[in-house]
């Protein structure tokens, strides 16, 4: 007979099923089945088959295991145990002696997904009490018999991942609370940007005078509407003419972004997310001291304890300073911490001094654009030309390249610079 293409299910599988129900011998004794064979027999017919005999034989060969875990979390953990490359002793041996020198971080963190259940404990102190034989058991199985006799097995675990991610992730977090602190502090401190905000409030009531009473004040996110407010011809906008009136009566002023640090860093971190981190560090280290305190002889955690404790203070220490630090510089200009995170409070501020500092940089363009013209002139004529009694040329550009650009009519900036600490006064005769 040809071969049907089905696909079997084992003994072990039918348990419940409908098959459980069903008598095919029944069926086959029931009917003639030499037509059957007739009609289907291929070229080289054997001799008719014994179905029950098939049964009894499939039965034999495939004797049900005892099994302590569920068939795919069995599954899973043998995968894990081929990731990891050792012996069931070897394992359980690194892991009470926290040696992270024989097992991968990576392999820690999957195998911990594995800590015996309830139930599978359970199964495994039944197996135990009846002193069944090892050999009946898969190797995924025979691990987790050794795996669960480990002593504070969760706690044990956890520790050695811990101890295995505290370096890196410390590293992570200083940074990045160092940012904050820095972008903070220099906000709240800076004089020259409390000038700088003075003046929008000053022309912002200026125009409002007429339609709306007096601001004491107003929000960060007011300084985008500045390049949203154009002049009546259009080609300004009125940031462009403040930088213009600074430029022109605050020239000290000009370069208040310099006092502002790490605005672009601090505007990428989750200051929450940054603060759980520790917190979590923290946790970690308070277990580790436990379980040091439970095994003091433990070479591993002593040294570890010793060189990563002060880190672990100075981490707390500036988690405490870069939170009160922000929410102060936060209130400060007048915004709301719960509100206001990191990525959307420092972003606020450097999308105004990009914009701030564009007119300044188009003019150094055109700096840099004249001294290349220059330089083309300079290889088309002649070297005479270079050699000049008075060295004009050279001189202009020298005076280009040590300079800014200004114009003609103006004097140059540096020369109207007052005191620290005046208060600002502007001349009266700037045009509104």
Not at 159 to 178: E, H, K, R, Y
Not at 267 to 274: A, E, P, Y
Request: charged share 30%; with cysteine.
């Amino acid at each position: 007979m040809p071969v049907f293409n089905w696909v079997a299910l084992k003994p072990s599988q039918i348990d419940g099923t409908v098959f459980t129900e069903l008598n095919d011998e029944k069926v086959l004794q029931e009917l003639d089945m030499s037509d059957f064979e007739e009609q289907f027999k291929t070229k080289a017919q054997g001799p008719g088959l014994d179905i029950s005999a098939l049964k009894v034989k499939a039965t034999q060969k495939a004797p049900s295991k005892v099994t302590l875990m569920e068939s795919n979390r069995a599954k899973n953990l043998a995968i894990t145990l081929r990731k990891g490359g050792r012996s069931i002793q070897d394992i359980c041996t690194a892991i009470e002696t926290y040696d992270q020198q024989a097992l991968s971080l990576d392999f820690l963190e999957l195998l911990l997904r594995f800590l015996p259940t309830e139930y599978e404990r359970t199964l495994i102190g039944k197996f135990e009490r009846e002193q069944q034989p090892l050999e009946e058991l898969s190797e995924e199985d025979q691990f987790m018999i050794r795996f669960s006799r480990i002593p504070r097995l969760a706690e044990r675990m956890n520790v050695m991942i811990f101890l295995g991610n505290f370096s890196d992730t410390a590293q992570l977090l200083m940074p990045q609370l160092n940012a904050i602190i820095a972008a903070s502090m220099s906000l709240k401190s800076s004089s020259k940007l409390r000038n700088i905000l003075e003046i929008v409030l000053a022309f912002g009531n200026y125009m409002n005078s007429s339609k709306r009473g007096a601001a004491y004040g107003f929000r960060l996110q007011s300084l985008d509407a500045l390049l949203e407010m154009k002049s009546t011809d259009r080609k300004q906008t009125l940031l462009h003419y403040l930088v213009r009136v600074i430029t022109e009566k605050y020239p000290e002023l000009t370069g208040f972004h310099t006092e502002l640090h790490f605005l672009d860093k601090a505007g990428t971190v989750s200051l929450d997310g940054v603060l759980q981190d520790v917190r979590s560090l923290q946790q970690g280290m308070e277990l580790t001291r436990k379980e040091f305190m439970r095994q003091d002889d433990s070479l591993v955690l002593k040294e570890f304890l010793k060189a990563n404790t002060e880190l672990m203070e100075k981490l707390q220490a500036d988690s405490k300073t870069a939170k009160e630090a922000y929410e102060s510089a936060v209130e400060y200009f007048g915004e709301n911490p719960k509100t206001s995170p990191p990525t959307t409070f420092f972003p606020m501020f450097m999308r105004f001094i990009r914009a701030y500092k564009s007119p300044f940089q188009k003019a150094k363009r055109q700096q840099m654009d004249m001294i290349a013209e220059l330089k083309k002139k300079q290889m088309v004529k002649e070297p005479l030309i270079y050699e000049g009694k008075d060295g004009a040329i050279e001189d202009i550009i020298s005076d280009l390249r040590n300079n800014p650009y200004r114009r003609a009519d103006k004097g140059r900036g540096s020369a109207k610079k007052r005191a620290v600490g005046q208060s600002l006064q502007a001349t009266p005769d700037i045009s509104l």
